[in-house]
């Protein structure tokens, strides 16, 4: 079985612009849910998605926003990014909703803004 | 607001010997707690879980306890060999909510 599938791995983006990550959960897996990793701030949650639907979401500004297809895959968009924006942005998919149940992460997209 | 704290944040250890990782979570809702292993350019592995219906779980030389009056949950290795040196995170979760992370556990163990 296929894990968590990450695109791209890696991305350099200038300060203002925005950026669209894309995450493919394992098979039959119909929660994504979206994690930026700092050194300074750790694994902070940025929200879930299931079934096409917001279910959860971080203390994040509406910049960072998020979707899911009906596939479940899942995209992640930063609109007027921003020095602080530069981080590793993690997707874990899992079976079911909420924070009772495994989750699997991808590799990550690793995002530089300059 | 809900926090997860961790501890120590670099543990060195001689190959053989054993590591121990703290943490205390916050939310008395939380119900789930997993382990997870970061290698170097690689995202988090899931390496074991406990739910707080359970007191212990073993999976060979990894064990988790759980003290769920005190709010505390411990990971242990035993026998470590190098290639468990990489950062560990602890994690705790509830129905509602995903997880709160701890900020992470950088182990070595030294040859």
């Known amino acids: 079985k296929a894990g968590v599938t990450q695109t791209p791995r890696y991305l350099i983006k200038t300060r203002g612009q925005q950026v669209t990550l894309s995450c493919s959960p394992i098979s039959g897996h119909r929660s994504v849910s979206w994690y930026q990793q700092t050194p300074g701030q750790g694994l902070q949650f940025l929200f879930e998605y299931f079934s096409e639907t917001q279910r959860n979401k971080g203390n994040f500004p509406g910049r960072f926003s998020g979707r899911q297809f009906s596939n479940s895959r899942s995209e992640m968009n930063v609109s007027t990014l921003e020095l602080g924006d530069s981080a590793l942005y993690l997707c874990?998919?899992?079976?079911?909703?909420?924070?009772?149940?495994?989750?699997?992460f991808g590799q990550g997209t690793r995002l530089t803004v300059v | 607001g809900e926090n997860v704290e961790q501890h120590p944040s670099t543990l060195s250890v001689q190959e053989g010997d054993s590591a121990v990782i703290k943490c205390t979570y916050s939310d008395s809702a939380s119900n789930y707690f997993p382990w997870y292993k970061q290698e170097l350019g690689k995202g988090p592995q899931l390496i074991i879980d406990i739910r707080s219906n359970v007191g212990e779980k073993k999976d060979q030389r990894i064990a988790v306890t759980l003290n769920k009056t005190a709010k505390h949950f411990s990971l242990h290795i035993t026998e470590t060999q190098p290639e468990d040196s990489a950062v560990y995170f602890c994690a705790a979760g509830s129905g509602t909510y995903k997880y709160i992370f701890g900020t992470g556990t950088r182990l070595k163990v030294l040859a």
């Open positions: 874990a998919s899992s079976s079911r909703q909420g924070g009772n149940t495994e989750a699997f």
